[in-house]
């Protein structure tokens, strides 16, 4: 005689089956009733999700003495009930790019209209310094000149290239702001940028342009980096010589001010843009419907942003 399942005292008992091995979880991480409490306002607090990198949700299990986990696994997520991220909102995330272009109008506006002018005599030092002039035979065996990257042979716009010291890279390292102007520019590829500032030490990962170095260190630089060493120092005494500066000081002060001035008014905008009628999808309009300042109203530079 066959026996007949009961179903719903089945999926009682898988329930309570699932809820067990939940806690069982918990007490394998020593989470306890009043931890997960602290642990879910630390989480709202910090606005933590599941997009936070791997440091920052280890910093949880540090500051909470839970056992370190051996990487970041789709049940510690849930055992730590962080939540899945949420779309980013695409106005505030240009929040850094309108950093970067109001301190650029800013140290344009009140510092770099004092440098001394970048001249023809200064670009034959940059030349000579970052040894960018080269030859190479063109297909009619006739050497021809051009200027080429300060780390390669490759062919490099010789006003263009990578700020020595970074706009707002070295704001968290040394407080400072770079300059704007070909002081502080120096000639480089795309793959180039940035990355000719990081180099080995000992095995550490250091900069060329905000770390210190000792002698020790810089006796057990290899060949490349001693040469991108030597021709930073000659190009930064160089400048130190011509009155010019290649970084401005008090740049956490700055990009400050300039922040308090942005946010509010990327909270206006996106407060506007939730109030803002829904144009409709049923009916497509004639293009040339229309009025001219309707048109007008279109920058110009969409096609490049797209």
């Not at 790019?97 to 770099?112: F, S």
């Not at 042979?153 to 102007?181: M, Q």
């Amino acid at each position: 005689m066959t026996r007949k399942i009961d179903k719903k005292k089945l999926k009682r008992k898988i329930i309570k089956s699932k809820k067990a091995m939940g806690k069982s979880k918990e007490l394998e991480y020593n989470i306890s009733d009043d931890l997960r409490e602290e642990i879910n306002k630390y989480i709202k607090e910090k606005n933590i999700t599941s997009k936070n990198t791997i440091p920052e949700l280890k910093e949880i299990c540090k500051i909470f003495k839970i056992r370190p986990y051996p990487s970041l696994k789709k049940d510690f997520l849930e055992l730590l009930k962080i939540p899945e991220a949420s779309k980013k909102n695409n106005i505030n995330g240009r929040l850094s790019t309108l950093q970067y272009e109001a301190i650029k109008d800013y140290i344009n506006k009140n510092y770099e209209i004092n440098q001394p002018k970048f001249e023809e005599k200064d670009k034959k030092a940059k030349i000579e310094i970052w040894e960018l002039e080269k030859e190479k035979k063109n297909k009619n065996g006739e050497i021809e000149k051009y200027y080429s990257s300060a780390f390669c042979d490759d062919k490099n716009n010789i006003n263009k290239g990578d700020h020595i010291f970074g706009i707002r890279e070295g704001l968290k390292i040394i407080g400072v702001i770079g300059s704007d102007s070909l002081w502080n520019m120096v000639p480089c590829t795309q793959k180039e940028n940035v990355s000719w500032k990081n180099i080995k030490v000992h095995e550490k990962n250091k900069n060329l342009v905000y770390d210190d170095f000792t002698k020790e260190e810089i006796d057990s630089f290899d060949e490349d980096t001693l040469i991108k060493y030597n021709k930073l120092n000659k190009w930064k005494k160089y400048c130190n010589e011509r009155g010019a500066k290649l970084f401005w000081i008090n740049g956490i002060e700055i990009n400050k001010i300039i922040t308090q001035e942005i946010n509010p008014i990327l909270s206006l905008l996106n407060q506007k843009l939730e109030s803002l009628e829904i144009i409709s999808q049923e009916k497509e309009k004639d293009v040339k419907s229309y009025s001219d300042k309707d048109i007008a109203l279109i920058n110009e530079d969409d096609e490049k942003i797209d």
